[in-house]
């Protein structure tokens, strides 16, 4: 996927986030979306960094920097929402585009991915974004609301206070 489609993504996975987080529609609602829009496109945004320096799908695009990113609220309590924006980012090159990305980097050059993907300029790319997205959230309402146990203790934790703050 191109910028756009990163962008796009984050977007619209943080309004569904929004309302799978706190279903109500009310002030809550927007004030969770509020937290976690900004986060999650800067997560999507970051892989991209690496066009800038080293190799691009490969240097930010793998599993060593997601467990960073992912990490930062344990050990610094912040950047909660930023590792979504980055799985997200990984999830789109891997599923919607046909390159993929080197999840082993810097152990393995080799890229993963699925044949479904369309080329980052194609017509449909923004169409393939939108459903990719749809699965993300369906994916993410089952794990906040039937898995709960598997929902990072931070994200509880902002969520309650979220709660209490609007309460």
Do not use: C
């Not at 984050?10 to 509020?34: Q, W």
């Not at 891997?94 to 300029?121: H, N, Q």
Request: charge should be negative; hydrophobic fraction near 50%; glycine fraction near 8%.
């Amino acid at each position: 996927m191109n910028k756009r489609g990163h962008v796009l993504n984050a977007a619209l996975l943080s309004v569904g986030l929004g309302y799978v987080l706190e279903p109500s529609g009310d002030v809550v609602t927007f004030v969770t979306i509020a937290e976690v829009f900004v986060p999650i496109v800067l997560g999507a945004l970051f892989p991209d960094v690496d066009t800038a320096f080293g190799r691009h799908r490969k240097t930010l695009h793998n599993l060593p920097v997601l467990a960073i990113v992912a990490a930062y609220p344990y050990y610094f309590g912040n950047l909660e929402w930023v590792w979504l924006g980055v799985l997200t980012h990984y999830v789109l090159d891997i599923v919607g585009s046909r390159r993929g990305i080197a999840l082993f980097y810097p152990l393995s050059d080799r890229e993963y991915g699925f044949p479904t993907g369309v080329t980052t300029s194609s017509d449909r790319a923004e169409i393939v974004t939108v459903v990719i997205t749809g699965l993300e959230l369906a994916g993410l309402a089952v794990l906040i609301h039937v898995l709960p146990n598997y929902v990072p203790a931070e994200a509880a934790r902002t969520l309650q206070t979220l709660q209490g703050l609007v309460a």
